[in-house]
């Protein structure tokens, strides 16, 4: 059967403009943001001069230096590491079917300090220096990575093959997150209970998430891994669009909704244990960026996706420019910020009790 | 013929839910799979649509074996309608564009956008086409899902108690507009239903399951009172109204 009598409605094609222009907008402020953020620190750099500098024209040595090995890593952090927690928090928020859904609550965060505090304790690592902070910066930065990495996939990996054992329902993927959360922040107080106190330091240290943390290799590599996932999440977006309308009317339309499920939370897992690795635990971004992108463009995924990645680097990179400032010349770790930021709106969330 | 089933069994933790069921569907025409709670009724519309894998038994769509079908393939061949939609923050327009996920790769084309807009037209959704689907009432909801059935134009519709939790007028509205477009475009459609009177009103042919195994099927019109007595349990008295079987049950016996 065919219905041919269509014409192209010219509201829709406004209703579709706004959500572009929303996004445009988006994107030129953290443009915006950007410049700011290498502008401002300790040292302020002019505008103009961050622009030159970028570009290449050498305004002083001195500010080549601060942009080049300092702010400009730092910023881009933010950018990349907020993106990439953004946009597993929306596509874990749809294939759970759950608007809690995120790497915080799904315990991968805690996973993954846990295997930071195992790394420090246990294979005697430390942790690894970061440029807001004289404090405790140890032997092998490397390894304290690796080892939350591994841990966090762990808990991503647990999370997959209980849920594959109850045929990828929603309802198990985050029990058992919310479980294992509590794992592991009980495996993490007991290595901080046995501790001594440069370990204690660099443990807590470690969890305090900061964008300050990463070198140029790092950044590529962040980069890399977020691009790949983003490239993925884009593809899949009309299927997370029927995993929102429900399983049966997803197969209807003939989604793979298991495989769409399993996939999505891999690669998500997979993004977030990365990023968490390199830049400690960031509470939030992952589940407030989607939703406050949800309230204003919706949940159609074809925008959401974009949407999302660029608040997402807003928020992460808005929150480390006002970190450095509140109480400056004091930096705080960004972290700190953002779950500051992140409660309210999330009791927000709970209090409007909207089931997505 | 666009479907025949042969031999359909359906096993859950080895209890057979369904029984080799066999029974076929012909152009134009709408079949009403009717029965008690728990029967399998939708267990068994699952199965032609393989959103349940059958442990045995064959499902054709226009002459072609299910089995050797992907699921894009087999969406492009008939929808499913679901008892219970998630809603989401999508606009009714974007919701019903979804059916024409089996057709496109990733990029809307203009086509798809003009059939979605044909669709809304003919259904006379054009109010609700910009409105959020989480803001809708059951009535409105369905006629969404509705709508993204017949945009992915498939020449099968399956739909799962398409009239529950609706109003009288819904009712009307809802199964008025499946029986009007599935002889205007002379295509099937195979509903479960619960309201006797409403499946003897739109649909042409019935299939009464009980105990998961057919139990008796015909055309609508020939319903007998002891068929109804004999698969819900209840005396029952059929009347004529209007040219179309009006059923009124009776009161039950205390025998038990």
């Known amino acids: 059967m065919h219905f041919d009598d269509g014409v192209l409605p010219a509201e829709y094609y406004k209703y579709i403009g706004k959500k572009i222009i929303f996004i445009t907008i988006a994107l030129i402020c953290l443009v915006l943001l950007f410049v700011i953020g290498i502008s401002v620190g300790a040292v302020q750099i002019p505008f103009i001069d961050v622009v030159k500098s970028l570009a290449g024209m050498t305004v002083s040595k001195r500010f080549d230096i601060i942009i080049f090995n300092i702010r400009l890593p730092q910023v881009l952090t933010a950018i990349v590491a907020g993106a990439g927690l953004a946009v597993s928090g929306a596509v874990m928020q749809s294939v759970l079917r759950n608007p809690l859904g995120s790497p915080f609550t799904l315990g991968i965060s805690h996973a993954a300090a846990f295997g930071a505090a195992f790394s420090v304790m246990i294979l005697g690592s430390g942790t690894m220096a970061s440029s807001i902070s004289d404090a405790v910066a140890i032997s092998n930065p490397y390894l304290t990575t690796f080892s939350a990495f591994i841990f966090s996939m762990i808990a991503a990996l647990i999370i997959l093959a209980v849920s594959k054992l109850r045929q990828g329902s929603p309802e198990v993927m985050i029990l058992t997150g919310v479980a294992l959360g509590s794992l592991f922040t009980a495996g993490t107080m007991l290595l901080q209970f046995f501790a001594d106190d440069v370990q204690l330091a660099a443990m807590v240290f470690w969890t305090f998430g900061d964008v300050a943390r990463t070198g140029w290799s790092e950044i590529f590599f962040l980069s890399f891994v977020t691009l790949f996932s983003m490239g993925f999440f884009f593809m899949n977006a009309w299927n997370y669009n029927a995993a929102d309308a429900g399983d049966e009317t997803a197969k209807g339309v003939g989604v793979k909704i298991e495989r769409t499920r399993l996939l999505g939370m891999i690669i998500a897992s997979f993004v977030t244990s990365v990023i968490i690795s390199f830049v400690g635990i960031i509470g939030f971004v992952g589940l407030v960026a989607p939703h406050m992108v949800r309230r204003i463009i919706g949940d159609d995924h074809r925008f959401l996706l974009p949407g999302t990645i660029i608040s997402g680097s807003l928020l992460l990179l808005a929150s480390d420019i006002v970190a450095r400032l509140i109480l400056s010349p004091h930096i705080l770790p960004v972290s700190v910020l953002t779950s500051f930021l992140g409660a309210p709106v999330f009791i927000y969330l709970i209090i409007r009790g909207k089931r997505r | ?256």
């Open chain 2, 1 to 256: 013929m666009i479907l025949n089933i042969n031999d359909l069994t359906f096993k859950y933790n080895s209890h057979n839910v369904l029984n080799n069921i066999n029974f076929s569907v012909e152009k134009g025409e709408i079949l009403a799979i009717l029965g008690p709670n728990g029967v399998g009724k939708t267990t068994l519309l699952k199965c032609i649509n393989s959103i349940l894998k059958r442990d045995k038994g064959d499902v054709y769509i226009n002459d072609k074996d299910t089995l050797n079908m992907n699921v894009t393939e087999i969406a492009k061949q008939m929808s499913y309608v679901a008892q219970n939609n998630d809603t989401a923050k999508l606009t009714a327009f974007d919701a019903i564009l979804l059916g024409r996920r089996p057709h496109i790769k990733w990029r809307v084309s203009k086509d798809d956008i003009k059939k979605v807009d044909a669709v809304i037209k003919r259904l006379n959704l054009e109010h609700l086409s910009l409105k959020y689907i989480d803001q809708m009432s059951g009535g409105e909801l369905q006629k969404v899902s509705i709508a993204r059935a017949f945009v992915q134009e498939t020449d099968l519709f399956l739909l799962d108690e398409p009239t529950s939790n609706l109003d009288l007028k819904n009712q009307a509205e809802i199964l008025g507009l499946v029986k009007r477009v599935v002889k205007e475009h002379n295509v099937s459609a195979v509903m479960t239903m619960h309201d006797l009177n409403t499946a003897l009103r739109y649909s042409d042919k019935y299939l009464f399951l009980q105990n998961g195994s057919i139990y008796g099927a015909g055309d609508i019109k020939e319903i007998s009172c002891l068929m109804v007595e004999s698969v819900y349990g209840i005396p029952v008295e059929i009347l004529q109204h209007n040219g179309y079987p009006v059923i009124i049950p009776g009161e039950l016996t205390n025998a038990a």
